[in-house]
């Protein structure tokens, strides 16, 4: 009952701006003291407790500083917790993983239904060449119909550009109700400034998928949605498939300086592969990088 107690207390992660509303500091896994902060001093209370020079009662949270899941105070867990500290990535356990996913779920399903601001950059990385990356297909698109103005189009579903509002005017920028498990965290890190989870890669996410990308956001494109782009302006070309990969995806919250989350940002690079058809078949490709962030909450 005391971790449920403690999980629901902690769940002030992603979309409070606390100016109008009265919640304690975010508490997470590794602060034990309950202070809302990971600090080296709750590592030296485990290793008190592992060395009996304190009980594992005394701490205000005991279950938080259990960060390999085996309901034991080991070393190991101030080991993490420095790790923490110092702002190094480490591989939580299942049941760690598992409290994480259910600290963004909880909080998503109530911004959803609340007022935020929002804003979405997306570029193409360094290392792709923007003419290689749509020149590419411009080019073989104007070969095969020098009628088909598509040049807007391409860019269009790559997402390139940016654009802010509010959650009235989001669309598929919207926060949603996070649906994370455990098997969706790759890694976790937390400083008192910053908290950081990096999740599994995720390929082709579809309405109603089931990937990690899909638990998170609705921001990705669908073959379906590029079919309709390019008919509007060519009923000549046909595309035959789009393959997608959206990796490096990360979750980060930035705190202010009470441990109160202040902004939610999600990052992610994207790559799409096209193959579409007219008299021959050919295939153009592009990677872009987009950022996600979400501020000013109120419920």
Known sequence: MKKVLSI?????????????????AVTMPGDVNEDGYVKATDARMILQVVAGLMKDTDLENKDNGDLNGDNQLKASDARMILQMVAGLENTPSDSTKAQIAKLFNDETAKAAKGTYKWTRTCEFTKDVDVGAATGTLNQIIANIDPNANLNSVIGSFLGVGNVSGT????????????????????????TNTQITVLLK???????GGNTAFNHISNDFITESEVKDAVADVSSSIKINSLDTEYKNVKMVVDLDSKGNPAVFTITYTMYAKLNLKMSVSVVGDGEVETVLKYSNFKY
């Open 8 to 24: 629901v207390l902690s769940l002030v992660l992603i979309v409070l701006s606390l100016s109008c509303v009265a919640i304690a």
């Open 167 to 190: 959650e009235k005017d989001a669309g598929k920028c919207a926060i949603i109700p996070m649906k994370l498990t455990e098997k969706d965290i790759k890694s976790f890190t937390r």
């Open 201 to 207: 890669d995720s390929e082709n996410p579809s309405k």
